[in-house]
């Protein structure tokens, strides 16, 4: 029987295949049709090669495979966004395969199998929230994905020295690298007083985790419909800015300004110096016209969803999908911004969480006329690095304080009418 934890080494080297050494001179020992057709005509050879070393083997136990190719419509070397329709109805489809598997054998299998074949990104995701879900895997800590990938939150030229440090230098003589405070930008940009806080590792990867705890699509309900999930996602983000503005006073920076204005232009531009393309100062957003993304947006979609929320808000209901009235919450107000799968009506009320981010992450480029893939906001491992990040949930949370002011009419009111009884 296979061993839940050996599940976290396909998480270790995500560009390596899947025969190659992993943990401590471990190796997956896999039947020969689980190769891809690069290194299949070679196979034998390859599995003796990085097998002789090895000292410990996991046996792949030789299943019936599921149809993978929803999942591997997203290139191998593309980039993956929770964000975007299409990226999500394929995680949706692998989380599926994952969860429908019986055993941890046949999870393993199928894991081993799609990994050199889906793109790593969502493999990663899919595979994690499997982890997460499964009732025979409970218990199991997830590899940290800055372990995974991190190219995602480090500068590509430290990867340089680290090459020459790790190749040359024997094991124990090695030094630290250091990476420089001021890599992103320079004292210049204002803004740049909270590199410590939007380029930390650590807010980055629990922004990260929120959306493997709390995925925003499957098929089994439990793991989509959660209690609390919409009221969560409020409270999340609510605390996120309050800490914000406090960091910001500190470094005598004004309050972070709502960017409810989608016509105008965002004058903080944001220089990773990754593989994420940059945004540069006073960028004004566009519409959309990604066709290999099968996106297809103008921004008067985020202001009709917008227009209906707040009509909501006054109404104090939402129609759902068999048009019947909800009464509204924060619970309900919450998952149809962020717009999972339990939000009442995703026709109607649209997606303006993800879709905000989107509209930042393509600013510069929004036709793919520079082939420039999306900003670090639209990743959803990164977004919190983009100064416009907090500007875009800064909108959001004003939906949050309209309802809770609705509310409080309301109860007041009734106070009052039973008082003058």
């Given at each position: 029987?296979?061993?839940?934890?050996?599940?976290?080494l396909?998480?270790?080297?995500?560009?390596?295949?899947?025969?190659?050494?992993r943990?401590?001179?471990?190796?997956?020992d896999?039947?020969?049709?689980?190769l891809?057709?690069r290194?299949r005509?070679?196979?034998?050879?390859l599995l003796?090669r990085f097998?002789?070393?090895?000292?410990?083997?996991?046996?792949?136990?030789?299943?019936?495979?599921?149809?993978l190719?929803?999942?591997m419509?997203l290139?191998?070397?593309?980039q993956f966004?929770?964000?975007?329709?299409?990226?999500r109805?394929?995680?949706?489809?692998?989380?599926?395969?994952?969860m429908?598997?019986?055993t941890i054998?046949?999870?393993?299998s199928v894991a081993?199998?799609a990994h050199?074949r889906v793109?790593p990104?969502l493999?990663?995701?899919?595979?994690?929230?499997?982890?997460?879900?499964r009732?025979?895997t409970?218990?199991?800590?997830?590899?940290?994905?800055v372990q995974?990938?991190?190219?995602?939150?480090?500068?590509?030229q430290v990867f340089?020295h680290?090459r020459e440090?790790c190749?040359?230098?024997?094991?124990?003589?090695?030094?630290?690298i250091v990476?420089?405070r001021d890599y992103?930008a320079s004292?210049?940009e204002?803004?740049h007083r909270l590199?410590?806080?939007?380029e930390?590792f650590?807010?980055?990867?629990y922004?990260?985790?929120?959306y493997?705890?709390?995925?925003?699509?499957?098929?089994?309900?439990?793991?989509v419909?959660?209690e609390?999930r919409?009221?969560?996602f409020y409270?999340?983000?609510?605390?996120?800015l309050?800490?914000?503005n406090v960091?910001?006073?500190?470094n005598k920076?004004?309050?972070v300004e709502p960017l409810?204005?989608l016509?105008?232009?965002?004058?903080?531009?944001y220089?990773p110096?990754m593989?994420?393309?940059?945004r540069?100062d006073?960028?004004?957003?566009s519409d959309v016209k990604r066709?290999?993304?099968q996106?297809?947006?103008?921004i008067?979609c985020?202001?009709r969803?917008m227009?209906l929320?707040?009509?909501?808000?006054?109404?104090?209901s939402?129609?759902d999908e068999?048009?019947?009235?909800?009464p509204?919450d924060?619970?309900v107000?919450g998952?149809i911004i962020?717009?999972s799968?339990?939000?009442?009506?995703r026709?109607?009320y649209g997606?303006?969480?993800?879709?905000g981010?989107?509209?930042i992450a393509y600013?510069?480029?929004?036709?793919h006329?520079?082939l420039?893939?999306?900003?670090v906001?639209?990743?959803?491992?990164?977004?919190?690095?983009?100064?416009?990040?907090?500007?875009?949930?800064?909108?959001?949370q004003?939906?949050?304080k309209l309802i809770?002011?609705?509310?409080?009419?309301?109860r007041?009111?009734?106070f009052t009418?039973?008082?003058?009884?």
């Amino acid at each position: 029987m296979a061993d839940k934890y050996d599940l976290l080494l396909l998480l270790e080297r995500p560009y390596e295949p899947v025969f190659m050494e992993r943990g401590r001179k471990t190796i997956f020992d896999v039947p020969e049709k689980f190769l891809t057709e690069r290194y299949r005509m070679v196979g034998n050879e390859l599995l003796e090669r990085f097998g002789q070393e090895a000292g410990r083997r996991i046996s792949v136990t030789d299943i019936t495979l599921p149809d993978l190719h929803i999942p591997m419509q997203l290139p191998r070397k593309a980039q993956f966004t929770l964000c975007i329709p299409a990226h999500r109805f394929m995680a949706r489809r692998l989380i599926d395969i994952f969860m429908a598997m019986n055993t941890i054998d046949e999870l393993q299998s199928v894991a081993a199998y799609a990994h050199d074949r889906v793109n790593p990104y969502l493999f990663n995701y899919a595979l994690s929230v499997a982890v997460l879900h499964r009732e025979d895997t409970k218990g199991v800590g997830l590899l940290s994905f800055v372990q995974s990938f991190p190219n995602k939150f480090i500068d590509r030229q430290v990867f340089r020295h680290l090459r020459e440090e790790c190749t040359i230098v024997p094991e124990g003589s090695r030094m630290p690298i250091v990476i420089p405070r001021d890599y992103t930008a320079s004292e210049l940009e204002p803004e740049h007083r909270l590199w410590y806080f939007r380029e930390d590792f650590g807010v980055n990867l629990y922004h990260w985790q929120r959306y493997l705890v709390y995925p925003l699509e499957a098929t089994e309900r439990r793991v989509v419909f959660k209690e609390r999930r919409g009221e969560l996602f409020y409270y999340m983000y609510e605390q996120i800015l309050a800490r914000y503005n406090v960091e910001r006073f500190c470094n005598k920076l004004p309050r972070v300004e709502p960017l409810n204005n989608l016509r105008e232009f965002i004058k903080e531009g944001y220089f990773p110096k990754m593989e994420w393309p940059p945004r540069f100062d006073n960028t004004k957003l566009s519409d959309v016209k990604r066709y290999q993304d099968q996106l297809i947006l103008d921004i008067g979609c985020l202001q009709r969803w917008m227009d209906l929320i707040y009509k909501a808000i006054s109404e104090g209901s939402v129609i759902d999908e068999s048009v019947n009235r909800i009464p509204l919450d924060i619970e309900v107000l919450g998952n149809i911004i962020e717009s999972s799968e339990a939000s009442p009506h995703r026709n109607l009320y649209g997606e303006l969480h993800n879709m905000g981010n989107l509209f930042i992450a393509y600013a510069h480029d929004p036709e793919h006329r520079h082939l420039e893939t999306f900003g670090v906001i639209g990743d959803l491992s990164t977004a919190m690095r983009d100064p416009a990040f907090y500007r875009w949930h800064a909108n959001l949370q004003i939906y949050s304080k309209l309802i809770k002011l609705v509310c409080h009419h309301i109860r007041l009111r009734s106070f009052t009418t039973k008082a003058s009884l």
